[in-house]
């Protein structure tokens, strides 16, 4: 089966030192930073934009236009081997009363020293991981 190249955009949302996270139905309630793929013809801070506002039904305050961190994974997905890209943005809101949306189930801002343990899609936690060191918080 051929290999499949995914971008994905994720907002990294930081309180004091913890980090929000989002949980859905569908992803076996793994948790999760929020943002999704990139569609054609879109550029990675209206992705952003766009999913964070229908994960968390609010906007972001984009906090920097340059990403923060890149990193990339294999996954073994139903359709086959995934190559994903996750592109990361420093994001904040002007409230944190979020609203679960469609197939979210819940969001909570979880301890840096709690994430090795959260159950999470290993290369996902590993972006996150790297991410929270370069910007000096582990």
């Known amino acids: 089966m051929d290999k499949e190249n995914i971008i994905s955009i994720k907002g ?3 309180k004091d030192e913890s980090v929000l996270l989002k949980q859905d139905s569908g992803d076996a309630l793994e948790w999760a930073l929020p943002g999704g793929k990139i569609e054609l013809g879109e550029t990675p801070l209206a992705t952003l934009k766009r999913e964070l506002i229908e994960e968390l039904g609010k ?3 984009i906090l920097d236009e340059r990403p923060i961190w ?3 994974f294999q996954y073994q997905g139903d359709d086959g081997l995934e190559q994903i ?3 990361y943005y420093l994001v904040d809101f002007d ?3 979020f609203e679960p949306q469609e197939e979210q189930l819940q969001t909570k801002f979880f301890p840096f020293s709690e994430i090795p343990d959260l159950r999470m899609n290993h290369g996902h936690k590993d972006g ?3 991410a929270i060191r370069l910007l000096g918080r582990a």
């Open 12 to 14: 990294i949302c930081l």
């Open 59 to 61: 906007e972001p305050i």
């Open 70 to 72: 890149a990193y990339s």
């Open 85 to 87: 890209t996750c592109i």
């Open 95 to 97: 409230s944190y009363d």
């Open 128 to 130: 996150l991981l790297g």
